[in-house]
């Protein structure tokens, strides 16, 4: 049995459709600007997108691309005959952040006593929070989850704090009276 695979790209105006002769045991649209209306041989049109692989039984001798939007339709098809299996990832609508990356140092001064800062909203491209304490005075830092807050950890003066996660944390003051000038610094890495 012949084994072979071809990868062709096309680019279809709106409203036109291509036709592609190619025999093969299979159809796989790697990449896809947009969702567009596919036909193989005779079967009806169906939507197709980028990740979606078509095997129909009997094999494909005729692939009709169909584009029903606006704007121009670029497609990336992979045709395979024999067992070829494609085990690369598509993602549509751009690539996933893997690389962290920290942000700047940001001073957030102490709330009223009794009352609750916000440190860092709740980010899911966070993957740590770094918390400094350069001030005299404790402070608690508290975690979003709790209905009252619960206390993750009281940052002594000239401590650091470390977390990992993506909710919002928040942070009160300890002291009896609000010292003045009372602030913590405040980064993230996050993953872009």
Known sequence: MTTSY??????????????????SDFVTCLEGSTAFKLRINESPASTFQAGLTFRPTGGV??????????????????????NIEDARLSLPGGTVPTRPQRKEWRRIDAPEIGQIEV???????RDELIVENPTPYSVSIV???GLLGDIL???EPGDSFVVQCSNAIRFRSNE???????FLRVTETVFV
């Open 143 to 145: 975690d979003e989850v």
């Open 176 to 182: 009896v009276a609000q010292p003045a000038g009372h």
């Open 61 to 82: 001798q005729r692939v009709q691309v169909e584009n029903t939007t606006a704007d121009p339709l670029i497609v990336s098809l992979g045709f395979g005959l024999g």
């Open 6 to 23: 071809a990868q062709r790209s096309y680019t279809v105006q709106p409203g036109e459709t291509w036709e592609i002769f190619r025999q």
């Open 119 to 125: 440190l860092a909203p709740a980010n899911p491209s």
């Open 153 to 155: 950890r009281i940052l």
